[in-house]
């Protein structure tokens, strides 16, 4: 006989500390100081002075033209680093949780949730990416359950994890493979389970490039600006990308329930704070799509019990 679905467990509001939460130690890499403050701050440090960890800490390529590490300098990206803070704390308190991060590829997500307490699981169709993932998480002294396989079957029973989490993904992929992987993520979660997605938003993008060639012209410059990774550009990597409705369209087909947007700050060196709040929430203009939702709980649990009988 099968078991009756477990519904997700609510976060908790006490502060409690799991067996495997762990204080992160990572190397603090000596930056600059700048004129910026806040999340508008961009450091800058030579490559040679890198730790492994150097994506969780929002690093990303600025200056790597020399031959020489010592010259190769990287900047530390703070409005990155707050955008993955609001994905993740969208998720509630996932402490004593079992969750699963779709796609995960090095598991730079699933690391922190385990450090956070979580019980993780990631799933990458790389290979190589697992394998960095498996001694990242090493290093990171997180205990991380690392599967190689496509996310179109999740490699997990049906109703396991209290939650899922998948990042920088789907932009990857075309429409039809967007409903199969979200039909998947549906069916390892437990009834109530919490999913975040993260993904740029097609719509602030193709904002962005208009206003670009405008500026570009006006400076006598070629208007032939495209966005990377995107349409006449080598590698079309992101040839699925997507808008707030149309994601949103996907999981109320798959019986999601409590969709929600969560919004985040556009910030910019040269954009004015006042006008970075005027446009918190306007979602044209939100750099990021960052969806909240709960698979159904009467759906699995009516069809379990009618099952049941037969």
Known sequence: MVGIPTPAKAPSTASTTSANSQQIKVRLVGTPDSELEGWKKRPLVSEDQLHWSAWIQGFFRFDTS???PAKRTWVRNFQELYTRDVTITALGDVSGRRGLDVAGGEGSYSIVLSLL????????????????????????GAKIDFRQGDAKLLQFGDGVFDFCITTDFVEHITIDDKRA???EISRVLKPGGVL???TPNLSYLSWAIRLKRVLAIARLRSPWIFIEHTRD??????????????LEDLLDNNLFVNIERVPANLRRHRLPRWLSRRLFGFWPLTEHIILRCNRSVFVPIGDFLQKREE
Do not use: W, Y
């Open 66 to 68: 020399s031959d020489d």
């Open 117 to 140: 307490g979580a019980e993780m699981s990631c799933q990458d169709l790389n290979e190589e990416a697992i394998s960095g993932g498996r001694l990242n998480a090493e290093r990171a």
């Open 181 to 183: 992987v979200i039909a």
């Open 196 to 198: 975040v997605i993260k």
């Open 233 to 246: 550009n080598p590698d079309r990597e992101h040839h699925g990308l997507t808008t707030f409705r149309e």
